[in-house]
């Protein structure tokens, strides 16, 4: 159990552009998930808290508007780099807390390598 | 504020040798504590987790970690290193108050193996 499918795994976009990021909870219901972004060789940071059926919640420094985030059912959270730049390159990951004995350790997706040129 | 420090960036072992990676969190009560695994472009993989107990715990792919609350430490160990666990390793530190939160990551630490 605890599978979390993140979709695309990599894309490649035109500076300008938007692009969308799915994260699913395959076999649990989710009413949050997080995204991060990971630059090379760094550890995670985290971008925003996804909460199902209300607005995200945006770590300091992070631009709201840029990285549209949705979760609009218990097993869907969309990330939408709006607008992206060559700085917006990076991984970004997703994942899910999964109770386990009354603890819910995260369980993530298998990243998105987003470039922008 | 909780805070985990993994002080090897960088561990080089050979194949069949015995791995310990370190991991020094800093948090006011008894927390829970996880080691995740992440291979080259892929997403965090969960290697095993502390909440209570037995101090030494078991995970998958043969390691296993030993929470020592005298020296707040979660260190990783694995008694023979096989070539695909060449990886970066992070650990991570959670509140130890029930339901969702949001966990502290290390900087981690990759491993290189030898063969």
């Known amino acids: 159990g605890a599978v979390v499918s993140q979709h695309p795994s990599w894309v490649i976009c035109k500076s300008g552009t938007s692009v969308k990021i799915e994260c699913r909870s395959l076999d649990f219901q989710a009413t949050t998930m997080f995204w991060y972004r990971q630059f090379p060789k760094q550890s995670l940071m985290l971008m925003a808290t996804?909460?199902?059926?209300?607005?995200?919640?945006?770590e300091q420094g992070v631009e709201k508007d840029k990285f549209l985030i949705n979760h609009a059912s218990l097993t869907l959270s969309t990330l939408t780099v709006t607008s992206a730049h060559p700085e917006d390159s990076s991984f970004y990951i997703c994942?899910?807390?999964?109770?386990?004995?009354?603890?819910?350790?995260?369980?993530f997706g298998n990243g998105t390598r987003l470039t922008v040129t | 504020a909780q805070s985990v420090t993994q002080p090897d960036i960088h561990i080089t072992v050979s194949e069949g040798a015995s791995l310990e990676l370190r991991c020094n969190y800093s948090?006011?009560?008894?927390?829970?504590l996880f080691w995740y695994v992440q291979s080259p472009g892929q997403g965090l993989q969960l290697l095993l987790k502390?909440?209570?107990?037995?101090?030494l715990v078991q995970g998958i792919k043969g390691f296993e970690a030993e929470f020592k609350r005298s020296q707040s430490s979660f260190n990783l160990r694995k008694p023979s290193v096989h070539w695909s666990d060449a990886a970066e390793y992070f650990c991570a530190v959670g509140p130890s108050s029930g339901g969702s939160y949001i966990p502290t990551f290390g900087r981690g630490t990759s491993l290189i193996v030898h063969p």
């Open positions: 502390y909440f209570s107990g037995d101090t």
């Open positions: 996804s909460n199902e059926g209300s607005k995200a919640t945006y």
């Open positions: 994942s899910a807390p999964y109770r386990d004995r009354g603890v819910s350790p995260l369980h």
């Open positions: 948090y006011g009560a008894t927390p829970y």
